[in-house]
């Protein structure tokens, strides 16, 4: 039996300058872990948004063998999870019995996906890179959307070995906070032109003056603020994407000069670098049975490699609803198509 007095303490992040680490007591199951924080969801959302909007949970096993568990995890962070199928997302990266879950892996039926290698693939002192351009594929989830998610949670069913399939993630919050007022005036008011990826409008096809297709209603390109400011606590963070999920045709940024070479890019790529400064990043070398939780409006993330044709890997992932802010107020959703 599960113990249901089971609580949860939550700390400082080891390793990271934001985040916080949840503890339950030991002995507790993943089925008491979850319901611990489900009879305390106003302590557990505070210590989640007084840390910048990322939490780490270990040990929560049970999820591999009780998805739903995942699903139900995500419903304390805001009253809808995403229904894949009810989206233009592939079958078969979704979950074959909870469509609520994506899984992101290189075992069939899924899609494989497998970050390139940095050139080189080590800083010079020998450190995984982290900061923008050495580090590609920055990005927060869904943000060609409006609204975009809130909340993602993130799972480990199958991770691949230490020191391969990190995930990195950055402190939009605390990177915004140490921006120069100078930059903090120039930035303030513009918007990133945001696109999915695979839509035709990337650095390459810009560059190589390739015609975008035609686009359905749904992948339209969406404006989004650079600076975002928290629904929740009020603080501004920094929203942005890198290359992937820009558009380099009518962008990166509205209002700017276009394009790859322009003066949008050159700002776009400044802000990204400082973004993803080591000060504010954590690199994450997963367990099975991890567990996190992080805050789309507030911080972004990057996968790194790891050598598919050995090892597999597969991470289940679900996206939650509720709070976009008001900007975002009595909008349609962008990706649903009209009634």
Request: charged content about 20%; some cysteine; hydrophobic content about 35%.
């Amino acid at each position: 039996m599960p113990d249901a007095q089971a609580t949860f303490r939550i700390g400082p992040l080891p390793g990271a300058s934001f985040g916080g680490f949840v503890e339950f007591p030991e002995g507790a199951d993943t089925e008491a872990a979850v319901a611990a924080v489900e009879a305390d969801p106003a302590s557990f959302l505070r210590a989640f948004y007084a840390r910048h909007g990322f939490l780490l949970m270990k040990g929560m096993h049970a999820i591999s063998d009780d998805p739903s568990l995942l699903v139900r995890f995500s419903r304390v962070f805001g009253p809808e999870v995403e229904d894949y199928t009810q989206t233009t997302t592939a079958r078969n990266n979704i979950h074959p019995d909870v469509p609520e879950i994506l899984v992101v892996s290189n075992v069939p039926p899924a899609t494989p996906r497998v970050p390139a290698l940095p050139d080189p693939p080590l800083t010079g002192d020998g450190r995984l890179p982290v900061q923008f351009p050495h580090r590609r594929g920055w990005h927060t989830d869904q943000s060609y959307r409006r609204p975009s998610p809130d909340i993602s949670v993130f799972y480990a069913e199958t991770p691949c070995p230490k020191g391969q399939g990190q995930t990195l993630y950055a402190d939009g919050i605390g990177a915004y906070a140490a921006l120069p007022d100078d930059m903090k005036r120039r930035i303030e008011g513009l918007a990133g032109i945001h696109v999915g990826p695979g839509r035709g409008r990337s650095e390459q096809a810009a560059r190589a003056g390739t015609p975008p297709p035609p686009l359905d209603a749904r992948d339209a390109p969406q404006r989004q603020p650079l600076v975002r400011t928290h629904p929740v606590t009020g603080e501004p963070a920094l929203f942005l994407c890198e290359a992937g999920q820009m558009d380099w045709f009518e962008g990166p940024i509205a209002g700017m000069e276009k394009g790859p070479d322009g003066d949008g890019a050159k700002l776009l790529y400044a802000l990204m670098s400082h973004y993803t400064d080591p000060r504010f990043t954590y690199v994450h070398d997963w367990d099975p049975g991890d567990l996190v939780v992080y805050d789309n409006r507030c911080t972004i993330h990057a996968a790194t490699w790891f050598d598919a044709d050995r090892y597999r890997r597969r991470m289940w992932r679900t996206t939650v609803f509720g709070n976009p802010g008001a900007l975002y107020a009595g909008e349609r959703r962008s990706w649903l198509a009209a009634s």
